[in-house]
């Protein structure tokens, strides 16, 4: 028998087993860990969760970015720009989910180091489905400034008169920042942990993890700034 549309089957949960727990996968999610008999330190565990917990905000990111990409090509920005101010929430959550870091100190994290082999975080699946998603999202907006016939600037100098292109670039700047901002944020642990000196755990040298804290995704709205900066000096405004 074909079941009618919206159709939601509820299972049952398994005896001592609440509808919440077995809707969350908690039997599964919370045997992810390294049992506590097996920790080579304290600190391990909550080296884990911080990074499991990295994981899977990556993935609602990346599932966000993928609908905000079809949202624009489909000139819905209103609801493009909705999910991209909850996809900037997220980054934000995740610089404070790395601060739970700080509680280590660089000699416990030592104690365990080893178990990480060559493993780096720039080897994460979600943080690089992150820099495969994001830069293509410029290409999806500027499509709509030049199916508009207008350029950054344009947006930029009539703001009122394009106020959800405004608000959609400043949120891709938002976005952009905070990533900046994580990536710093990143290094300054690393460096807090191991020191400038080194050799990071996957092998990179920390001056050139350093050098990507100047990495962006979206140049253009970036050097917009300089252009309406220069403009407003020919004006005398500066």
């Known amino acids: 028998m074909s079941k009618a549309p919206g159709h939601v089957e509820v299972r049952r949960p398994a005896r001592g ?53 079809r949202l624009l090509r489909d000139a819905h920005l209103s609801e493009a720009l909705r999910l991209l101010q909850r ?16 509680t280590m100190s660089p000699w416990d994290f030592h104690a365990f180091r080893q178990l990480l082999a060559g493993g780096a975080g ?10 495969r998603l994001s830069p293509p999202l410029w290409d999806d907006f500027r499509s709509l400034l030049d199916a508009a016939g207008i350029s950054l600037r344009d947006v930029y100098l009539s703001a009122e008169r394009y106020p959800l292109l405004h608000a959609f670039a400043e949120a891709l700047i938002d976005y952009d920042e905070v990533m900046q901002t994580f990536r710093f944020r990143h290094y300054k642990l690393a460096e807090r942990m191991i020191g400038s000196a080194t050799t990071g755990t996957g092998g990179t040298p920390m001056p050139l993890l350093e050098r990507t804290i100047h990495d962006v995704f979206y140049p253009e709205l970036w050097e917009v700034r300089n252009q309406l900066s220069t403009l407003a000096q020919e004006q005398g405004r500066i």
């Open 87 to 102: 996809v900037i929430r997220i980054q934000y959550l995740l610089l404070e989910n790395m601060r739970m870091l700080e």
């Open 17 to 69: 087993e609440s509808v919440y727990a077995r809707y969350l996968r908690l039997n599964e999610l919370l045997s992810l860990q390294k049992p506590e008999e097996e920790l080579a330190h304290h600190d391990e565990l909550q080296f884990q969760i911080v990074h499991q917990v990295f994981e899977l905000w990556w993935k609602e990111t990346a599932f966000e970015l993928r609908s905000i990409s």
């Open 122 to 131: 720039s080897d994460s699946p979600g943080y690089r489905e992150l820099l």
